[in-house]
Nanobody
Framework: QVQLVESGGGLVQAGESLRLSCAAS????????MGWYRQAPGKERELVAS???????YYADSVKGRFTISRDNAKITVYLHMNSLKPEDTAVYYC?????????????WGQGTQVTVSS
């Protein structure tokens, strides 16, 4: 059983910053890509940023230059530093961890943390 516990969400004003954290625990055979997704009301869940076990990083165009993803493999933790937040960043943010052998071996989700950006 793998658990992902997120923290760091909250209510901020436009232009401010937040840092999200997600710590994994449990029986993890192989740690693969870790990432952050978000889902706004009435919209589909979208990938915000991801980082592979080798350090390759992807950002959605909407957050490039403002968000930074990082990971601590020893702690099995992934972070998302969010700067210059905009009202359109308001969403529930979900942490994701994929088994290093491939998604079909394990694709795990956190419970979600709310980020609200007021204008």
């Amino acid at each position: 059983q793998v658990q992902l516990v997120e923290s760091g969400g909250g209510l901020v004003q436009a232009g401010e910053s937040l840092r999200l954290s997600c710590a994994a625990s449990g029986s993890i055979f192989s740690i693969g890509t870790m990432g952050w997704y978000r889902q706004a009301p009435g919209k589909e869940r979208e990938l915000v940023a991801s980082i592979t076990s080798g350090g390759s990083i992807y950002y959605a165009d909407s957050v490039k230059g403002r968000f930074t993803i990082s990971r601590d493999n020893a702690k099995i933790t992934v972070y998302l530093h969010m700067n210059s937040l905009k009202p359109e960043d308001t969403a529930v943010y979900y942490c994701n961890l994929k088994d290093g052998r491939g998604q079909r071996y394990g694709n795990y989700w956190g419970q979600g943390t709310q980020v609200t950006v007021s204008s």
